[in-house]
DNA sequence: ATACCGTTATGACTTTTCTGCATAACGCAT
DNA sequence: ATGCGTTATGCAGAAAAGTCATAACGGTAT
């Protein structure tokens, strides 16, 4: 996620997985939180800048593996409905949140004095 | 890489991009640590447990991307040929082993101390 | 010489995965 | 009734990854 001298540039990735199938990683915060935001997932979609139909799979997928409902959801009604997370989504947004935290801030540093 | 308690389990992953194509990662790692022990692409290959093909297609953009000659091989002589890695691959080699070390520690600590 | 062997080197095909498009259902507002 | 923006899914095409087949190479054994 960040560059270096020489035209190198570190990345790093993080998710977790049960069963060995992701279930929460980098993207699929950024598109909780952007529900949370936006209080609908085809807005937040647009926001993380993904189709409707993968937030969709990706919010369907987590549910099915966590066996947790994550996102309330309503098609129809005021707006036309929308979307709004569960007690138990902010919970483990924050949970990971915390996880993240520093990771990539001493990702970058090792490579750095590394690479130099 | 690591397991957890309740099933989850932490994945991460690092790696080394040039304009925006990766060119390093632990696969690639593990490739050519295989062929400086083995002096083949081929047995290699069998070690990492990935295709001759998917192999040699690894070696040839890293050294497209770096712009450097990573691995001396013949086709043909003794014993059918071989490979064997330049010293720019050795270098990259320690490089990387060294950035990627304790950072896979950091990340399981950090998942235990978040998850419980 | 000639056939053989294990290797590098590639093209072509197959399988899988991902992406985007089309459409339906929903329920409030006008 | 009609319209609107949303959730919800199926399906086809595209793209990526993986597999298979084959050629060329140059020592070695026959």
């Known amino acids: ?31 909780l939180e952007a529900i949370e935001s936006h209080g609908s997932i085809n807005q937040a979609a647009k926001e993380v ?17 966590l066996g947790i409902k994550l996102v309330a959801r309503q098609a129809g009604g005021k707006n036309g409905g929308g979307a709004t997370l569960m ?12 996880l993240e935290k520093g990771i990539q801030a001493l990702v970058d540093k090792r490579f750095r004095s590394v690479f130099e």
């Open 1 to 31: 996620m960040q560059k270096s001298h020489n035209g190198m540039e570190i990345r790093s990735k993080l998710w977790i997985e049960m069963d060995g199938e992701p279930v929460f990683g980098r993207g699929r915060r950024f598109l």
């Open 49 to 65: 800048d993904i189709s409707f139909r993968k937030a969709w799979s990706h919010i369907k997928a987590m549910e099915e593996r």
């Open 87 to 98: 007690d138990d989504a902010r919970k483990f947004l924050k949970k990971y949140e915390a």
